[in-house]
């Protein structure tokens, strides 16, 4: 008794240090802004633009007016927002959910199928949500499934247990197209495959070692032998029907006589031996602008045994390589790219941009500062230019090399009706029908990871999210051009800083709640404030904000 | 097949010169020899394993191309390459198409060529990798049969009793080790005491263990590596040491260890009490040339049929690794890597899986008719007269 009165004043005292010292530490990390409520209308705002993102406000103006007020003028905002990431969920299930468990497993958005049922490992399960706003799903039930392997994907195409599939295998493009059965779409190759060089590895920290490999492969060669009809050799990393494709920019040549001799050339200046021995890492994963993985990256390395540059494949796990990739751990890899949105700032700015990953190594500013200043124009005329630039640079100082604009496809049994493959990647089924039965069962490459797509950056993610939720502008079906979508109509001032959405009005979502300008608020600010209790997701990265509209709002100090 | 009884009686009142020794074990295995030409299956082993042998060794006569060589924009090769059927003149093919005798793989390198050199690299694993295991397992296993059964008091303990430190004088070190390491404060020393324990103590604990009960110690070590699915210990053994043929031998051959120590445990076991070891021991040989000499050559037979069979499933092993992409990398031509690359072509061009899939089955049923043959031959107790 007596050690608990002598303790007592040491307590309190220890209890009073702590009040006054953790308000003091609290008000140390200023917030740079967050949520506000108007009288029932919310509104996320940052204090001011200098935290380093693109977003300036996102306010509901009335019931089914939203306002976004960006940092940078932005040409590509209404593509950017049709995307899959950015799709409209309830405020209050995000709320519920704490924005992570139920809100990753059983997404509930105002798209024409809900979930039904996600079987773990084997398939999901969407049914047509009657009370859908627009055209209604034609066939009640949707079934994903999926398989790695393309030859198993075909083999149940042909037996008819399915009924339609993602990236036939390259050999196969032929059977399909014979088979008076099945029916085959082919995507359009809105993506490159490239040979990505990390500059900060030695000997890739000379200019010429890097020019040597891009005179040293033989694209051609690559796309006529392992890639689908539909494929064109990459001149350069922008695809050809995408802005920011600037015809002016002549690729190097290839020359193998040239790339020894810039080897040699380098080996003398830098003191390294020849031939190099160094590592090519890559995923055996079969995308649209890589339909044959382990066959490439074998005739890339003897391409390269050829010039002087003798590398050890490295197959790395899928997750595994992204993040090495990401974090610059890799000297050679091979990676590609599929448009999300139809602009120069997708493919350029994600990549070799001010804020892009340590993937090449370290930036250059004859890259980044004309990649900074074409998207912030609107005209394209104005923004052309400094493509021109950007794209001669990356030419000149190769952080990657680009090999391929993959064509991919899709397959369907030929009775199915309104089958088609898109362009993004995001086949929209509620418009295909199926005459033999009521539902339409797709097989793709992966199972998702999760199902909240703000946090998601796999397309077989992406594709189901489609389906289940929308955004507040859409994708045409089967195309690129940008659509309304839960947003009726927009606006746009002249500086293309300040974009105003019309919601629909009587809008349901799967839960019978309505959307309004709240929901557009959160399902947004939740991904931008890195400070919000609901900023998690499934593993918190939330790629594609980050990617798309800079940096995260009360982001964590990153110590440099 | 001579009494084994008679000959140590004979050893005992008359020790048998080098040269008798030999003209007995000859004569053994002469008789081996004569029972295994007249097994027709093993014949056929035989003649399999030789044509593959011959095959390996002259791959680069054999070989019509340079394995790792892309045809892609060599002479007389046009048009989209990779995954072509076969070309044979002698079958129809046109004269003016260069000849390939199995085909073009997804890298329009010619499949025969690859095919044949991939020989070279499966043998080798095969009989590298058995080898290996029967030299570390029988070991493992002769020691462990030997000491079996052996106590503190008998007179035969393996190593002697001198090595090791004895009575208190062990658990002195073991206690004071640690206890100084708390006891001494400056860092320097505990650090060095600290090392010094790890180095020491812990392997003297282990290294006494293993003095004091090497039977139990080897064998229940010898059962954990049973327990698990060999394949699986292997892939998690390459996991550990990283992808490559070097070390996707050693795992197979790690995986195979078990098996050689117990058949040498057990024939030990069952050669040791023989009366001609006792009169050896009772004539204080050595132990290392008591069993090397004497138990070695009675025990060797279970042996050399489980290592010819092993041969086969190192063969599949180094197979199912390279196909998993935990062995051979590319561009090594090896039969499970080829058919690894392409798996997903079974349908477009069946040949890329069919050639390198039946020279597995080939070499692997080789080498089980010859390892079926030999049990057959070198089993005693199998009178065929």
């Known amino acids: 008794m007596k050690a608990v009165v002598r303790l007592l004043p040491l307590a309190l005292l220890l209890v009073l240090a702590l009040g006054i010292a953790l308000p003091v530490a609290g008000q140390d990390d200023a917030s740079e802004g967050g949520l506000t409520d108007n009288g029932g209308l919310l509104t996320y705002a940052a204090t001011s633009c200098d935290?380093?993102?693109?977003?300036?406000?996102?306010?509901?103006?009335?019931?089914?007016?939203?306002?976004?007020?960006?940092?940078?003028p932005d040409p590509a905002f209404p593509a950017k927002v049709a995307f899959t990431s950015f799709a409209i969920l309830p405020s209050e299930y995000i709320e519920s959910t704490g924005g992570t468990g139920d809100l990753v497993t059983a997404p509930i958005g105002t798209g024409p199928y809900m979930l039904e049922n996600w079987e773990l490992g084997s398939e999901i399960v969407l049914t047509r949500f009657e009370d859908y706003w627009g055209e209604p799903a034609i066939e009640p039930t949707m079934i994903f499934r999926w398989n790695a392997e393309a030859t198993a994907r075909l083999t149940e195409l042909q037996a008819g247990t399915i009924d339609g599939i993602d990236n036939p295998g390259a050999g196969d493009f032929e059977v399909i197209a014979s088979d008076p059965e099945l029916a085959l779409y082919e995507r359009e190759g809105l993506n490159v495959f490239y040979l990505g060089i990390n500059n900060t590895v030695e000997p890739f920290d000379n200019v010429k070692v890097r020019q040597?490999?891009?005179?040293?492969?033989?694209?051609?060669?690559?796309?006529?032998?392992?890639?689908?009809?539909g494929s064109s050799v990459a001149d350069q990393f922008m695809p050809t029907s995408i802005f920011g494709y600037t015809e002016e920019v002549e690729p190097f040549p290839y020359d193998p006589e040239m790339a020894r001799q810039l080897l040699e050339e380098a080996a003398a200046?830098?003191?390294?031996?020849?031939?190099?021995?160094?590592?090519?890492?890559?995923?055996?994963?079969?995308?649209?602008?890589?339909?044959?993985?382990?066959?490439?990256?074998?005739?890339?390395?003897?391409?390269?045994?050829?010039?002087?540059?003798?590398?050890?494949?490295?197959?790395?796990?899928?997750?595994?390589?992204?993040?090495?990739?990401?974090?610059?751990?890799?000297?050679?890899?091979?990676?590609?790219?599929g448009a999300d949105y139809t602009d120069a700032t997708n493919f350029l700015d994600y990549h070799f941009g001010a804020t892009a990953s340590a993937q090449f190594g370290d930036k250059f500013p004859e890259i980044t500062e004309p990649l900074a200043q074409g998207a912030q124009l609107a005209d394209p005329e104005d923004r052309y230019p400094f493509y021109v630039e950007a794209n001669t640079a990356v030419r000149d100082l190769v952080p990657m090399i680009p090999i391929?604009?993959?064509?991919?496809?899709?397959?369907?049994?030929?009775?199915?009706?309104?089958?088609?493959?898109?362009?993004?990647?995001?086949?929209?089924?509620?418009?295909?029908?199926?005459?033999?039965?009521?539902?339409?069962?797709?097989?793709?490459?992966?199972?998702?990871?999760?199902?909240?797509?703000?946090?998601?950056?796999?397309?077989?993610?992406?594709?189901?999210?489609?389906?289940?939720?929308?955004?507040?502008?859409?994708?045409?079906?089967?195309?690129?051009?940008?659509?309304?979508?839960?947003?009726?109509?927009?606006?746009?001032?002249?500086?293309?800083?300040?974009?105003?959405?019309?919601?629909?009005?009587?809008?349901?979502?799967?839960?019978?709640?309505?959307?309004?300008?709240?929901?557009?608020?959160?399902?947004?600010?939740?991904?931008?404030?890195?400070?919000?209790?609901?900023?998690?997701?499934?593993?918190?990265?939330?790629?594609?904000?980050?990617?798309?509209?800079?940096?995260?709002?009360?982001?964590?100090?990153?110590?440099? | 097949m001579v009494n084994p009884t008679m000959a140590t009686a004979d050893a005992l009142a008359n020790p048998p010169t080098i040269q008798e020794e030999r003209?007995?074990?000859?004569?053994?295995?002469?008789?081996?020899?004569?029972?295994?030409?007249?097994?027709?299956?093993?014949?056929?082993?035989?003649?399999?394993?030789?044509?593959?042998?011959?095959?390996?060794?002259?791959?680069?006569?054999?070989?019509?191309?340079?394995?790792?060589?892309?045809?892609?924009?060599?002479?007389?090769?046009?048009?989209?390459?990779?995954?072509?059927?076969?070309?044979?003149?002698?079958?129809?093919?046109?004269?003016?198409?260069?000849?390939?005798?199995?085909?073009?793989?997804?890298?329009?390198?010619?499949?025969?060529?690859?095919?044949?050199?991939?020989?070279?690299?499966?043998?080798?694993?095969?009989?590298?990798?058995?080898?290996?295991?029967?030299?570390?397992?029988?070991?493992?296993?002769?020691?462990?049969?030997?000491?079996?059964?052996?106590?503190?008091?008998?007179?035969?303990?393996?190593?002697?009793?001198?090595?090791?430190?004895?009575?208190?004088?062990?658990?002195?070190?073991?206690?004071?080790?640690?206890?100084?390491?708390?006891?001494?404060?400056?860092?320097?020393?505990?650090?060095?005491?600290?090392?010094?324990?790890?180095?020491?103590?812990?392997?003297?604990?282990?290294?006494?263990?293993?003095?004091?009960?090497?039977?139990?110690?080897?064998?229940?070590?010898?059962?954990?590596?049973?327990?698990?699915?060999s394949l699986l210990l292997a892939i998690a053994i390459v996991t550990v040491l990283g992808p490559g043929l070097q070390n996707a031998l050693l795992a197979i051959a790690i995986v195979a260890v078990p098996v050689y120590a117990r058949l040498a445990r057990a024939s030990v076991l069952s050669v040791k009490e023989s009366e001609y070891i006792t009169a050896n021991r009772a004539l204080g040989a050595n132990p290392f040339r008591i069993l090397f000499i004497h138990i070695l050559p009675n025990a060797i037979t279970p042996l050399i049929v489980q290592g010819t069979l092993g041969i086969g499933t190192a063969v599949l092993e180094a197979a199912a690794l390279s196909f998993l992409g935990l062995g051979a990398q590319p561009p090594t031509p090896e039969w499970g890597a080829i058919l690894s690359e392409s798996r997903n072509y079974v349908f477009t061009a069946p040949h890329l899986v069919f050639f390198p899939g039946l020279a597995i089955m080939i070499t692997v049923l080789g080498f089980n008719l010859l390892g079926d043959g030999m049990r057959d031959a070198l089993d005693p107790r199998l009178n065929r007269n």
Request: with cysteine; charged share 20%; hydrophobic share 45%.
């Open chain 2, 23 to 229: 003209r007995v074990y000859g004569s053994l295995w002469q008789e081996a020899i004569k029972n295994l030409r007249r097994n027709r299956s093993a014949v056929l082993g035989m003649i399999i394993i030789a044509i593959l042998l011959l095959i390996a060794i002259f791959a680069p006569v054999i070989a019509t191309h340079d394995p790792l060589q892309s045809m892609i924009g060599e002479p007389g090769h046009t048009g989209r390459l990779p995954a072509r059927v076969a070309c044979i003149h002698a079958f129809g093919c046109p004269a003016e198409e260069p000849q390939h005798l199995m085909g073009l793989d997804l890298n329009a390198r010619d499949l025969f060529s690859r095919v044949v050199y991939g020989s070279r690299v499966s043998l080798f694993v095969g009989v590298t990798s058995v080898t290996f295991a029967i030299l570390i397992g029988s070991t493992l296993g002769l020691i462990a049969g030997y000491a079996a059964g052996s106590t503190k008091s008998d007179s035969v303990n393996f190593f002697g009793n001198q090595i090791s430190l004895r009575g208190w004088r062990r658990w002195f070190w073991i206690i004071v080790f640690p206890v100084i390491t708390v006891w001494d404060r400056h860092w320097i020393i505990r650090l060095i005491v600290f090392i010094g324990t790890l180095t020491v103590v812990v392997p003297g604990i282990v290294l006494a263990l293993i003095m004091q009960f090497p039977e139990e110690m080897i064998m229940r070590f010898m059962d954990v590596l049973l327990a698990f699915p």
């Open chain 1, 51 to 72: 935290y380093g993102g693109g977003f300036q406000s996102i306010e509901a103006v009335d019931e089914l007016t939203v306002r976004f007020t960006l940092c940078t």
């Open chain 1, 269 to 337: 200046e830098d003191g390294f031996e020849l031939p190099i021995e160094t590592t090519l890492s890559y995923r055996d994963v079969v995308r649209g602008y890589l339909p044959q993985p382990g066959v490439v990256a074998q005739d890339l390395q003897a391409q390269l045994a050829e010039i002087g540059v003798n590398v050890t494949i490295d197959l790395q796990e899928s997750g595994t390589f992204i993040d090495n990739a990401d974090q610059g751990n890799l000297s050679l890899h091979l990676l590609g790219w």
């Open chain 1, 212 to 229: 040597a490999l891009a005179y040293g492969i033989d694209r051609e060669r690559i796309v006529e032998n392992f890639y689908p009809p």
């Open chain 1, 404 to 560: 391929a604009h993959g064509g991919s496809g899709t397959a369907f049994r030929a009775d199915i009706e309104g089958a088609h493959s898109s362009p993004l990647g995001n086949e929209k089924f509620s418009v295909m029908e199926d005459p033999d039965d009521d539902n339409i069962i797709w097989m793709q490459n992966g199972e998702p990871a999760g199902l909240y797509c703000a946090d998601e950056s796999d397309g077989e993610a992406l594709r189901v999210c489609e389906q289940i939720t929308e955004a507040l502008l859409s994708y045409e079906t089967a195309g690129t051009a940008v659509e309304p979508g839960l947003a009726e109509s927009w606006e746009a001032s002249d500086d293309l800083m300040t974009w105003t959405f019309n919601l629909r009005p009587g809008v349901s979502f799967h839960d019978g709640s309505t959307l309004d300008a709240n929901d557009v608020v959160m399902s947004y600010g939740v991904q931008w404030d890195a400070g919000s209790p609901l900023h998690v997701g499934r593993d918190g990265s939330f790629t594609y904000f980050a990617a798309l509209f800079g940096g995260f709002l009360n982001a964590p100090e990153v110590t440099e």
